[in-house]
């Protein structure tokens, strides 16, 4: 594989720079010197970059900026590399339990699992926190609790320099998304058929990407210059004039001439003196233009017609209705109430109350009648039932008084009744008229009586007495009418209404005069003069900003075309073909090499490398160019492309100049057991140069690659094996609970009981119960791997196929310590399933002395039965020597 230096593209670079301009060429070098730029160093690129669009002048001795060896820092040598050795902490994370910690190696992890035991809670926990193409990078919490009590997903990560990280789900963390990436079965498609970014920074490729930062803020300093440099036009602006200055000033623009602004902009005491006279002549004619005063008399004129109209109001309705309405009317009710009494009289006059006919007693029957509604709603006035009572006194009414009150009711209803209540209704009519009658249109706050005032002082005391007598009038006709007795009204006076018609008739001949003078066309002249003396005189105040205003205006203009070009194509085209030239033949190579490792044999494979914005992408490409495209997941099997991608990620992260961690969660789906060793033989070589974190089921895949650890030896690589597991209490993401399933670590489960029953005896209660359990765990561990191992003499192997042919008459078969080991290893089991259940055995509970007892058991069957079987072997040997 290509190493960093062989992607050092300085003299690329170099030539490069011939095409650029000297900004551009001052911004590669402050990248290659200090690998970023500060904010300062902006500032000075974007100085450069002005004097080169002439937006700003350059210095007198101006730099000219070359690339060159003493500018250009070599590559250095890596730092040491970040691995992870605890994941600690965990929350929120699917089901899994919390408390635990799992514990990594420094070169290769593996952690066993089987299906719903956790370790994809693990898995996922990574993924979301570390570089990855999966899409899929939720956590969800544990689903057999309500969502308001999952809590956010969280851990702490340890690293191999006894740092740590929280890692909180959605905040990202620079120390695992820079330092590792996670690799399963949801990457596929995505490595498979999506074009993705390289992880691929060679040495100098950086330079474009920050290039391209470069010119998007040298961008931004444009951008924020032109929009400070914009004027306020509106604060220049002449509203309501157009002389030659406002028109100037109202249409400002780049093409403004200047040099007629600053000559109109000239205002000294020659323009002073000129304003002065101006104004003096203004005045004088002002003081004989007749415009002022028409429009005062006409106003004035409006004003004492609006008198006179109430004026006549005033003297019609006192006349009108004071002295014939209210006469006429009170006449008539007189009358009627003649003619109502009379009939009165005529019709009761022998009732025993009277009198009868009066207003009260008419008031009397009128509310008999209506509360006779209230309480017989719907029946005639009176009831005539036998129960009818008086409304009043409540008495039983007899006949005589029922046919009185019928009378009573029809006299009200008469004709002669009911003329008389229309007169008074009429009555009340001509009062409310009167009543309302307005008189206060005439006071000294209204303008009619100013006017007045001010032509004719005496007109104001006679419209005031009349107006005052028309209020007597007013007070006595109501007076009249309330008490209906009619008492001669005094004599309203003379109307004045004649004499403001002739005031009214005056102005008008007044106005007429006026008409006939007309000085305006002189005015009009001297105004225009006037206001282009004050506009120059208010361009003098804003001459600067006004020049400044201009000069904005042009210097934006000229912006313009420099920033419509400030964009990355450049940058992205010169990046993609040297992507193409130096990192995708060096990825190609590379990858096609992954693939002869995996076993992959696919002719038409290759890479494709494209580029924007200084990113470079590359996508895998199946089949001829000229055939119809196809996503390579229609073309290849499923292991096929889980070979594919892996070979792909492996190839990335071999060429990354950061040599990072990788984590693999179940690489080997759809995978035969061929495939499955080669991989486990590239991951465990790959495992010699960095962390590499393997998830999985798959035993047979755990077995291959503990013994590619076995093989390699622990001067090349660490092997650091792990199981998770579902716990007694059913809950997954138990960490070391059971034995990782390889002959190494079975060999080991002895001293690992004993090591549990140790840890048991310096605990007490549920937490000495679990060391008990663990114990047993190991123990039993023990016992498969005896049986393997010397009942079966290595005839049988579980992980892997036998490593040399034992014939089976090497086999020593003792019925009393077989059946010894089937009766402890069976025992054992009960103690585990027992307390899987969180019940005890009947026979006994499970302590520290039965574990110690147990062990004790296994080493003396393992001792007697090695005995019986090397005698058995050496006499088998013996009666094989003499046959032959």
């Known amino acids: 594989m290509n190493n960093g230096d062989s992607f050092n593209i300085f003299e690329k670079l170099r030539e490069w720079s011939a095409e650029l301009d000297n900004w551009q060429r001052f911004a590669l070098l402050q990248l ?8 300062q160093d902006i500032a000075l690129i974007y100085e450069e970059f002005k004097i080169d669009k002439d937006l700003s002048q350059p210095p007198t001795t101006r730099v000219t900026y070359d690339l060159n060896n003493s500018f250009i820092p070599q590559p250095s040598q890596q730092a040491q590399t970040l691995s992870l050795s605890q994941i600690k902490d965990v929350k929120g994370v699917n089901a899994i339990t919390e408390g635990q910690i799992l514990y990594c190696g420094p070169s290769l992890t593996v952690i066993y699992g089987p299906n719903g035991s956790g370790k994809s809670g693990y898995a996922r926990l990574l993924k979301s926190a570390c570089f990855t193409r999966s899409p899929d990078t939720a956590i969800l919490g544990n689903v057999n609790l309500p969502s308001t009590q999952r809590g956010q997903a969280s851990a702490t990560f340890v690293f191999s320099d006894n740092s740590s990280a929280l890692f909180c789900q959605g905040i990202p963390c620079p120390q695992l998304r820079d330092n590792f990436a996670v690799f399963d079965t949801s990457c596929i498609r995505v490595c498979v058929d999506s074009k993705n970014d390289f992880m691929v920074n060679p040495y100098g490729f950086d330079i474009f990407q920050g290039l391209v930062d470069v010119i998007a803020k ?11 440099r914009k004027p306020n036009i509106m604060n220049f602006q002449i ?20 040099s007629k602004i600053k000559a109109l902009g000239k205002f000294g005491s020659k323009e002073e003196k000129r304003l002065a006279e101006i104004t003096a002549q203004l005045d004088d004619l002002i003081k004989k233009d007749p415009s002022n005063l028409l429009k005062e008399k006409r106003t004035n004129g409006r004003d004492i017609k609006l008198v006179i109209r109430k004026l006549e109001n005033v003297g019609a309705l006192v006349s009108a209705k004071g002295y014939v309405s209210g006469d006429a009317a009170l006449q008539d009710i007189k009358k009627l109430r003649e003619i109502a009494s009379a009939a009165s009289a005529a019709q009761f006059g022998k009732e025993p109350v009277q009198p009868i006919g009066t207003e009260a007693w008419r008031s009397l029957i009128e509310a008999a009648i209506k509360y006779n509604a209230e309480v017989f709603p719907g029946k005639p006035f009176p009831v005539d039932e036998e129960i009818a009572r008086c409304l009043l006194c409540h008495q039983l009414l007899d006949k005589d008084a029922k046919e009185r009150l019928s009378r009573f009711y029809e006299f009200i209803r008469s004709s002669a009744e009911n003329n008389l209540r229309k007169g008074l209704e009429h009555i009340r009519e001509i009062e409310k008229e009167v009543q309302v009658m307005e008189f206060e249109f005439f006071h000294s706050d209204t303008s009619g009586y100013r006017v007045i005032e001010s032509y004719d002082r005496s007109l104001i005391q006679h419209i005031t007495a009349y107006i005052e007598s028309a209020k007597a009038i007013r007070s006595k006709i109501i007076k009249n009418l309330k008490s209906e007795k009619w008492e001669e009204l005094s004599v309203l006076p003379e109307s004045p209404k004649s004499l403001c018609r002739d005031l009214r008739n005056k102005l008008a001949k007044e106005i007429k005069l006026l008409r006939t003078k007309d000085i305006s066309k002189q005015k009009k002249q001297l ?31 000229k912006a313009q075309e420099p920033k419509r070009n400030l964009n990355p194509q450049r940058v992205t085209l010169k990046q993609k073909a040297l992507a193409t030239e130096l990192v995708g033949k060096g990825f190609m190579e590379q990858f096609m090499k992954e693939c002869d490792i995996l076993g992959l044999v696919i002719p038409s494979i290759k890479i494709n490398i494209t580029g924007s914005d ?29 070979a594919v991608a892996m070979a792909d990620f492996i190839t990335e992260i071999g060429l990354n100049k950061t040599t990072v961690g990788i984590v693999f969660d179940d690489p080997v789906n759809s995978m035969d057991h061929l495939r499955k060793e080669r991989i486990a033989k590239r991951l465990a070589a790959e495992a010699c140069k960095r962390q590499v974190i393997i998830f999985t089921h798959d035993i047979i895949f755990t077995h291959h690659l503990a013994e590619e650890a076995v093989k390699l030896g622990t001067d090349k690589i660490q092997f650091k094996a792990c199981t998770i597991s579902v716990g007694s209490d059913a809950a997954p993401g138990y960490v070391g609970k059971t034995v990782f399933p390889h002959v190494h670590y079975e060999q080991e489960t ?19 119960k679990e060391k008990l359990v663990l114990g047993c765990g190991a123990l039993r561990a023990a016992y498969e ?23 089976l008459s090497q086999v020593y078969f003792d019925p009393e310590i077989n059946d010894s080991v089937v009766e402890h290893y069976e025992k054992l089991s009960r103690y585990i399933e027992a307390h899987s259940h969180s019940a005890e055995l009947h026979e006994a509970p499970l302590s520290t002395d039965i574990l110690e007892e147990e062990i004790r058991t296994f080493k003396e069957i393992k001792k007697k039965y090695r005995q019986k079987a090397d005698e058995y072997r050496k006499e088998k040997s013996k009666k094989k020597k003499v046959f032959s």
């Open 32 to 39: 290659l010197q200090k690998s970023t730029v500060d904010e």
């Open 218 to 228: 040298v961008k931004g300093l444009l951008e924020t210059e032109i929009e400070k």
């Open 239 to 258: 509203n309501n004039s157009s002389t030659q200055v406002a028109l100037l000033l109202n249409n400002l623009n780049k093409d403004t001439d200047l």
């Open 527 to 557: 105004e225009e003069e006037l206001q282009l003396l004050r506009d120059r005189q208010h361009l003098t105040q804003r001459l600067p900003s006004a020049e400044e205003a201009v000069l904005n205006l042009r210097w934006i203009d």
């Open 614 to 642: 200084a990113i470079t992408r590359r996508n895998i490409a199946v089949g001829q160019d000229d055939a119809l495209p196809l996503d390579p997941s229609q073309v290849l099997s499923e292991g096929e492309q889980t």
């Open 750 to 768: 002895t001293k690992l009981a004993e090591t549990y029953l140790a840890e048991a005896k310096e605990q007490a209660g549920q937490t000495q």
């Open 785 to 807: 791997h005896f049986i393997q191992e010397q009942i079966f003499n290595d005839i049988v192997k579980r992980w892997r196929e036998p490593i040399r042919a034992t014939s």
